[in-house]
């Protein structure tokens, strides 16, 4: 039987995480249609798309907090008011190691907050972490 592709929204700036984060992705099992925005404003625009109904939810959501356009913390407070986004898993994925606090700060989307790292097995290893919220979470 045919693996279940999973839809992953990848909300990340800088090209060189974007380039880790596929070899990644490719290193693991996991079939992924990967989409990826490099601008919050562009990612919440998405979202509002995902909100009015016009556009499927992806099956997992991958932020950086430290975007353009739009950071990653307003785009959480944004979602947390809108109860039709909540349905959707949220990593949080960032440089700024400080930030673990803001899981607490929005308890409606239940959010999980993993640390950038510089080693490729450990990245492997998030990566890993990251389809398993997605596939606990649709499964809740």
Not at 30 to 43: I, S, T
Request: hydrophobic share 45%; proline share 6%; charged share 25%.
């Amino acid at each position: 039987m045919k693996q279940k592709t999973l839809s992953i929204l990848l909300v990340e700036d800088n090209p060189g995480d974007v380039y880790l984060f596929r070899a990644a992705l490719a290193e693991s099992s996991a079939d992924v249609e990967l989409k990826v925005y490099d601008n919050g404003l562009h990612a919440w625009n998405h979202l509002e798309k995902i909100a009015s109904g016009n556009t499927a939810p992806p099956d997992l959501m991958v932020l950086d907090l430290n975007l353009p356009g739009m950071c990653g913390r307003e785009i959480l407070s944004e979602m947390a008011t809108r109860p039709e986004l909540h349905r959707i898993p949220v990593c949080i994925f960032t440089g700024a190691g400080s930030e673990a606090s803001v899981v607490d700060e929005h308890p409606p989307l239940r959010p999980r907050f993993f640390a950038k790292v510089d080693d490729f097995t450990k990245l492997c290893d998030i990566i890993t972490s990251f389809l398993n919220f997605a596939a606990e979470f649709s499964s809740a």
